[in-house]
């Protein structure tokens, strides 16, 4: 069966501090990818998503950037984090024209 | 106007009780319809998935798609306090790209 690992649960980082946030699947080949940031009892926002090696597509501009160096790896990244890239970071994967399943999610805090 | 409307509720009800959960969306070019249940601090687990118009049961939940007024939604029957969570609706057309409701807390009082 399909799993999807995200890591870390929880992070706090200083403003102005580097980010890499990682998501990896298993159980499947060339799935579609995608990192969304849900805000406290809002919706999802999509903010990038892949369907395949290398392809990236970004939805909303901002400091935050994504790569997918391999097929069921996806990585979310920032070069300096600003105070409103708090939130919960999910990562995402479906095939074909299936339904999106979701990891646990990463809670980023920026003091 | 938002692509998908959905009361955030919380929506609290007595264990027991049929739980009606709804969204309202403009756009007529949706046809995949989703429910997801979120626990807090947890990622959005997939409940139902249904194509075009129609019922569909699965256990205690039922989603009704009514194409022609734009509208979803999601029963709960003999609910139960472990149903207590936010549910979120997403849809989307023939791109797979979802579009999400904001998501309705329900709150399912022992």
């Known amino acids: 069966s399909q799993t999807i690992h995200q890591w870390p649960a929880t992070l706090v980082q200083p403003v102005g501090s580097p980010l890499s946030l990682e998501c990896t699947v298993e159980?499947?080949?060339?799935?579609?990818l995608y990192w969304y940031r849900q805000a406290a009892g809002r919706g999802l926002q999509l903010l990038f998503y892949?369907?395949?090696?290398?392809?990236i597509s970004s939805e909303v501009p901002q400091n935050l950037s994504a790569s997918r160096p391999q097929d069921r790896q996806f990585i979310l990244s920032s070069k300096k984090l600003l105070l409103s890239d708090s939130g919960f970071y999910l990562c995402?994967?479906?095939?074909?024209?299936?339904?999106?399943?979701f990891g646990d999610g990463t809670r980023l805090s920026i003091l | 106007q938002k692509e998908v409307e959905q009361d955030p509720g919380p929506l609290s009800v007595p264990e027991g009780a049929i739980v009606s959960l709804n969204c309202t969306y403009s756009?007529?070019?949706?046809?995949?319809f989703m429910w997801y249940r979120q626990y807090s601090r947890k990622g959005p687990e997939l409940l139902m998935y249904?194509?075009s118009s129609g019922n569909k049961e699965d256990g205690r939940f039922t989603a009704q798609v009514d194409k022609s007024s734009k509208y979803i939604s999601l029963f709960i029957r003999d609910s139960q306090p472990s149903d207590s969570a936010t549910y979120l609706c997403?849809?989307?057309?023939?791109?797979?790209?979802?579009?999400w409701g904001a998501g309705t807390k329900l709150i399912i009082k022992p």
């Open positions: 995402a994967w479906s095939v074909y024209n299936q339904p999106q399943h």
């Open positions: 159980g499947t080949s060339n799935p579609n």
């Open positions: 892949s369907v395949g090696i290398g392809q």
């Open positions: 756009n007529s070019a949706f046809q995949y």
């Open positions: 249904t194509y």
């Open positions: 997403a849809m989307s057309d023939s791109n797979y790209q979802l579009i």
